[in-house]
Every structure is written in C-alpha cells, then in structure tokens.
Antibody, heavy 121, light 106 residues
Framework: QVQLVQSGAEVKKPGASVKLSCKTS????????IHWVRQAPGQGLEWLGR????????NYAQKFQGRVTMTSDASISTAYMDLSRLGSDDTAVYFC??????????????WGQGTLVTVSS | LVMTQSPATLSVSPGERATLSCRAS??????LAWYQQKPGQAPRLLIY???TRAIDIPARFSGSGSGTEFTLTISSLQSEDFAVYFC?????????FGQGTRLEIK
C-alpha cells in the first residue's frame, strides 16, 4: 500500500540545522509532488513548501525562504527537508504529505507519521 | 489568505448532525479541502474540491460551498468522528489552513 515513512525525532540547539527524510513506497515517486507541513504543540497546521520529485522544482512559503531546502532522491524514493537557523518556535511535528492527483488540486491524500523536532538549548 | 473556522469547539451527541464552517478572507473558488485529525495522528483527507469525498471516506461526510463560505457536514455522528477538523485552501500560495474545530461528545 502507499506509505510515507518519516525519520525519527530530533533534538537540536538554537541556530542549528535539521534534515528530515520521508521515504515513500507503493506508488511511482516521480509522479506526485511532496509537501511539508508542520504543527507546533497544540496548534494548527502550517505549510512550508513543496517539491517536484521529477523536476526538482520547489515552491516555498515566503516565511521560510532562505531557511528551507526541499530535495529528493528518486533512486530511493525519498524526499528530504532541510531547515536551518532553528529557533525555539521551530519546535513542532513536521509532516510530509503527498499531493493528490487532480487538476488544480493541492490537497494531501497520504501523510507521513510525522517527525517531532525539538529546539532547545 | 486567512482561513477562519467556526466554532472553535462543537459539542454534539452521537447520531446527531454536525455542521462545521470555514470562511476564506477572499474568494478561493472551490479550492478547499477538509481534514480530520485525531490525537497523535497525521491529518486524514476527507474532502477536496470543496465537495468531492476522498477515497474510502464514508458518505456521512459531505462538503459544500464556494467562494468564501464552506461547510463540512457529518450527517450522523459515529464515535470515531470525534476529532479536530481543519480546512485548507489551495487557490493561492502559500497554502493556508484554518485553526481547526474540535468536535467533542456532548
């Protein structure tokens, strides 16, 4: 079945970077965009950006421009998100999600289980 | 583009109907999705295109609306439906979500 399996929890110090992975299976990796969404403790959902595994093209939320990098490795069907200059307000669960296929749709039909990133000195 | 959900918390008895609202700060046509999230889990896609149910979503979930006003209706609440629900617009970048409606057992 279609699955997105994310890497394990991370603890980072302020100013550090974190790189998360999202290993996909059960579908053709290159045919679907991968998005990253985060959720701070007890809060709502915040979109960070998306990557096109086929072309490598990316779209980032302006808030994270210059701090986020989304890449993918098609040989192992895995997407990555790198977030730099971490602050305490980056503490959150980070989800990868597959964009559903329908024209003009940017809804997310399959989600990873989430990775907790804790930023603390 | 700000998405505003109401109410923040909705208390409904099992078997009854629940109606959740989502308002966009400007028109988003039908570019709206609804998600259900349970504690410790990832969100689950319920509805996209404002009214199209995702695969394997029961018929008791329905979505309606266009422009700036949207509604998610759960016709007869089951115990597994008590959760937090988020709306999401994808008409323009950046994608944004509402703050969520917590559906609790009355």
């Amino acid at each position: 079945q279609v699955q997105l399996v994310q890497s394990g929890a991370e603890v980072k110090k302020p100013g550090a970077s974190v790189k998360l992975s999202c290993k996909t299976s059960g579908y053709t990796f290159s045919e679907y965009f991968i998005h990253w969404v985060r959720q701070a403790p007890g809060q709502g959902l915040e979109w960070l950006g998306r990557s096109n595994p086929k072309s490598g093209a990316t779209n980032y939320a302006q808030k994270f421009q210059g701090r986020v990098t989304m890449t993918s490795d098609a040989s192992i069907s895995t997407a990555y998100m790198d977030l730099s200059r971490l602050g305490s307000d980056d503490t959150a669960v980070y989800f990868c999600a597959r964009e559903t296929i329908c024209i003009g749709c940017h809804a997310f039909d399959i989600w990873g289980q989430g990775t907790l990133v804790t930023v603390s000195s | 583009l700000v998405m505003t959900q109401s109410p923040a918390t909705l208390s409904v008895s099992p078997g009854e109907r629940a109606t959740l609202s989502c308002r966009a700060s400007q028109s988003i046509s039908s570019s709206l999705a609804w998600y259900q999230q349970k504690p410790g889990q990832a969100p689950r896609l319920l509805i996209y295109g404002a009214s199209t149910r995702a695969i394997d979503i029961p018929a008791r979930f329905s979505g309606s609306g266009s422009g700036t006003e949207f509604t998610l209706t759960i016709s007869s609440l089951q115990s597994e439906d008590f959760a937090v629900y988020f709306c999401q617009q994808y008409n323009s970048w950046p994608i944004t979500f509402g703050q969520g409606t917590r559906l609790e057992i009355k």
